[in-house]
């Protein structure tokens, strides 16, 4: 398949329920030309599909040669299996050979690649962002690299990857090589395998900066456990250690939300335990340098606090000093027992009675809510 469209500003779509298996004689599955020294296509996506090759070649080629236009080709691709059988290097998911700018975009994909293969191979490009991906290197070979990246021209480089898994026994994670600045992130990536194969080597720019943020180190947790209350809540998330390392993650703090939203680097920073007035969902991430990690989630539910007596109207509950059994004057559609502190401990759907042997004695709330959206809260003593 060769692209080649008309217009300067054209996007091209592949995908969906596609499968396609070749063996290719040169160039790749899929090939991005431009004419004259100039792309005619702007952006590629790829979304959805499998899509195999069998043979030294890429599934996906652009490069100078074939006048890919410097700084204007984005290639994305989402959602998707690609799979290489070849048996020497020319065997890549994308090869990627520009002068400058472009850019790469690869987020919850599948990359098998043979051994001596190269799944990611980049040179040029600007801008690479990896998330969700799964790199399958097949045995054994030490000239096999996951992902390989030389830029070339543009004074700073950008290579992000977030949630990468990569099975490998032998070879390269990253080839981090070319003599221009290059900022690399790598965040939460897990590597399996069982000899471990080296994990980066690095080009000889003095503009090289490499990080791994893993935010598997901590687990957010809270003072307040998430359920159903009567009364406000003051809630103090904290950051519990795991096993993991955090290495350039270390002394991370926290973001959230209480709208359910996934915190991102702009939310509100945790300063101060945090007043829950109404029922909200708060989601907690942990956050260093501006990356952030996966968010936790938190459900508070906050009910009525008024209080009614039996007797005022036909919804009534009785006796109001019990030993194990409560009625409800009518079917109710949710019963939920309070304890003093606001914390639910009991919650019952469509009962006109209520075993209340599994609580303590003491004194509590319950709060009878009807089909018509009807509620009332009463206090009773358990004996």
Do not use: W
Request: proline content about 3%; overall charge neutral.
């Amino acid at each position: 398949l060769i692209i080649k469209a008309g217009g300067n500003a054209s996007t091209v779509n592949i995908g969906g329920n596609l499968t396609i298996t070749t063996t290719p004689t040169s160039g790749g599955l899929i090939q991005i030309f431009g004419s004259n020294s100039e792309i005619l296509v702007t952006t590629v996506n790829i979304n959805g599909g499998n899509y195999t090759l069998n043979g030294n070649y890429p599934i996906v080629f652009a490069n100078a040669g074939s006048q890919v236009k410097d700084g204007s080709t984005k290639l994305n691709l989402s959602n998707a299996t690609f799979t290489v059988n070849g048996t020497g290097n020319g065997a890549n998911i994308v090869k990627f050979a520009t002068s400058n700018g472009n850019l790469l975009t690869v987020s919850n994909c599948v990359l098998n690649i043979s051994a001596k293969g190269i799944a990611l191979n980049c040179v040029g490009p600007q801008n690479i962002t990896l998330s969700g991906c799964t790199i399958n290197v097949a045995d054994n070979d030490a000239a096999s690299i996951a992902v390989s990246y030389s830029p070339t021209s543009q004074a700073t480089n950008y290579l992000t990857v977030d949630g990468l898994i990569v099975n490998m026994n032998s070879g390269k994670i990253f080839n981090l090589a070319g003599s221009k600045a290059l900022n690399a992130v790598i965040k939460d990536m897990t590597v399996n395998s069982t000899t471990e194969p080296t994990l980066y080597s690095a080009g000889t720019t003095t503009g090289f900066v490499l990080k791994f943020y893993d935010f598997r180190a901590y687990t957010p947790t809270v003072n307040i456990t998430p359920g159903s209350y009567l009364t406000q809540q003051t809630v103090t998330p904290s950051l519990t250690a795991t096993s993991v390392s955090a290495v350039d993650a270390a002394s991370a703090t926290m973001v959230y939300t209480l709208d359910g939203t996934d915190p991102v680097a702009a939310s509100t920073a945790y300063t101060a335990p945090i007043v829950i007035n109404t029922s909200k969902i708060l989601k907690v991430a942990a956050i260093k340098d501006g990356f952030i990690g996966k968010s936790t989630s938190f459900a508070y539910t906050i009910g009525s606090t008024s209080v009614q007596n039996p007797g005022t109207n036909s919804l009534s509950v009785y006796p109001t000093n019990v030993e194990n059994v409560m009625n409800i004057s009518t079917l109710a559609d949710l019963v939920q027992v309070y304890d003093l502190a606001g914390k639910s401990v009991i919650s019952k759907e469509n009962v006109k009675q209520l075993d209340l042997s599994s609580i303590h004695s003491g004194v509590y709330f319950v709060k009878v809510s009807l089909k018509d959206s009807t509620s009332k809260t009463f206090k009773f003593v358990k004996e």
